[in-house]
Structures are given as C-alpha cells and as structure tokens.
C-alpha cells in the first residue's frame, strides 16, 4: 500500500538503547495507530493518535511512547529497549472519516532487541 | 476491555473444501468486527468486515455472519484455493473505539 511507508524495515539494537520508528502517510489521515505482533497474540494496540499531538494510550503501552507532530507523521520511541519489546512493529491508518471505518496496515518493522 | 477469542489455531483443508474460522468477543458495546488476512512476512490486510446492524455479509467466496446475542462472529470461506492459504485474524471494536484482535487461524489448503 504505497499511502503508508515505515521506518526503518528492520533493526537490531542492544537493550537500553534508545529506538524510534516512524510512521508516514501521504494522503492527511486523522487516526494512525501503533501494533506490535507477536506470535500467539495477534496484533497488540499500543498507542494510537486522532490528530497533531492528540494521542491516547493502547492495551499495551508501558515502554512506549510515541508523538505525531505532523499530520503525516507518528513516531514510536523505546525510551530503553529491552528483549520483551522484541517484535514486528505495525502502523496503521484510518483512512475514513470515522473512528470505526477500516484500519490499513503499514508493511511493518521488524525490531531486535539484543 | 474487550477480549476476543479465535478457533481453532490451525485448520488445514482440502482444496475445494470449505473453512470456517470462528471468534467470540466479550464487550457487547462492539460494533465492528473485520477480519483480515495475512500471508508469511506481509501486512495484515483487510477481506472483509461487518458492522453490528447486519447479520451477514458476502463477498465472492468469503462470507462473515455475526450473532450478537451470542456475540461471536465466523469467517466462511468457499471453494478453498492453495493461494487462501495464510493467517487470518478477527477483531472487534469496542466501547474505547480500539481494535482488539484474536490470536490468529492459520489456514493450509493442500492441493
């Protein structure tokens, strides 16, 4: 889907380092959406954001924060990686006018924590 | 907050056979339930979704069919192909309007 671009595709990075991985739109969305994929769970919500720094917390957001200064931009930081925070990292937009219309994946980040 | 379960964890099929993968949700406040597929190392992509004013919806041959009194919803897929096999996931969304997801069906048709 060339309207939602993440980066970077994969990193490898040693726990209690800093990470940042950022989400792109090209069409001015409002919603965009955090999700990190792990074997047996699913997808997981960890934040998401209704608008320029409008955010809100997801099921899962304890290590993570994240900020939308832009419209076509949401950025998720690891203030301190640790191994549990070892997964695929999947952005998602909202490409209607509503909170409920349908939610389109980004292609993910796969992210190692050493 | 809402919980979503899926069955079964894995389904394998014939060719040409149907499946049917089912989930059940525990917030009644959902609204909206879409399913989506998601093949080895891509994005999870929509197929179909259905909201709590229809009690069935049909696309080709992907069929979802939502029961809210007994709030479960099912996937139903016809006529399976080697290319439907992958792993598929509910989701609900409920009260806090967040998407809640289940733990995935991964689906094998063997030739």
């Known amino acids: 889907d060339a309207g939602i671009t993440q980066s970077p595709r994969h990193k490898v990075t040693e726990t209690g380092t800093p990470v940042t991985l950022r989400c792109h739109q090209t069409e001015n969305h409002r919603y965009m959406y955090w999700y990190r994929q792990d074997p047996g769970h699913g997808l997981r919500l960890i934040h998401y954001?209704?608008?320029?720094?409008?955010?809100d917390k997801g099921e899962v957001s304890d290590g993570y924060s994240v900020s939308r200064s832009k419209t076509e931009d949401f950025l998720l930081t690891l203030e301190s990686a640790t191994s549990s925070q070892t997964s695929v990292y999947f952005c998602?937009?909202?490409?209607?006018?509503?909170?409920?219309?349908?939610?389109?994946f980004g292609p993910g980040t796969r992210l190692t924590v050493l | 907050g809402e919980n979503v379960e899926q069955h079964p964890s894995t389904l394998s099929v014939q060719e040409g056979d149907s499946a049917v993968i089912k989930c059940t949700y525990s917030d009644s406040a959902s609204n909206y339930f879409p399913w989506y597929k998601q093949e080895l190392g891509k994005r999870p992509q929509l197929i179909i979704d259905i909201r709590s004013n229809v009690g069935e919806k049909k696309d080709q041959r992907i069929a979802v069919t939502l029961n809210k009194t007994a709030k479960h919803f099912s996937l139903h897929i016809t006529e399976t192909q080697p290319e439907d096999s992958a792993v598929y996931f509910c989701?609900?969304?409920?009260?806090?309007?967040?998407?809640?997801f289940g733990g995935g069906t991964r689906l094998m048709v063997k030739p």
């Open positions: 989701a609900a969304m409920g009260a806090g309007n967040m998407l809640t």
């Open positions: 954001s209704y608008g320029v720094k409008d955010t």
């Open positions: 998602a937009i909202n490409r209607g006018r509503d909170v409920t219309d349908t939610q389109y």
